[in-house]
């Protein structure tokens, strides 16, 4: 059996500890506390592969980076995260849970959410690290709240116009009632304005009510 360790974060800032563990057969991975920025040295695809994550006290510089760390579990296709921490944590990450819960809960209603898609589904690894959304990031959060429609601005610069359309084909195989802002129809670029996706309306018409 073989055990690797590795200390995430910088010095004289939060820390946490990620280890490895290869029995041959199987790998397991863990992380002992997790401070303010620590994921940022892992990969996406090593941060949904955790199995663990300790707590050894909930004091801010342990658990800032809890957020980000949900952000890319709560809805990986494989096993659960398992979570151990001292007398109370179940209470205390069930509260954190039920204050994302409520966020959520506040969109109910909406006709129209306005929503950045920085960047698309491939750059995902890119996102967290620059804490922006990908186009599946938007089309879940649509998918649950259900408004009339979804409109998607702050898009990356390094994209194409071909880009932006697949990106918008992206989030409209989860979300189909998803447009670009309706002003955005006279914009030129190099002499091009924004062309149609499949014949269908690239822009949305002025919104009832909205959610920044």
Sequence with gaps: MAIHHQVLGQPGRDNALFVEINT???????VFDCGEACLRDLSVAQIQAIDGLFFSHFHIDHVAGFDSFLRSNYDRGVGPVRVWGPAGATEIIHHRLQGITWNLAMLQG???IVCENNFRNAEQELAQRTFHMISADVARLAA????????LFHLSDRYTHAGWQEQLGEVRAVFPETYFPESWNNLKDEGRRFPPVDGSSYFAAKPARVFL
């Design 24 to 30: 041959g057969q199987s790998i397991h991975n863990f």
């Design 144 to 151: 649950r709240v259900k408004p009339r429609k979804l409109i």
């Design 110 to 112: 909406c006709t129209t």
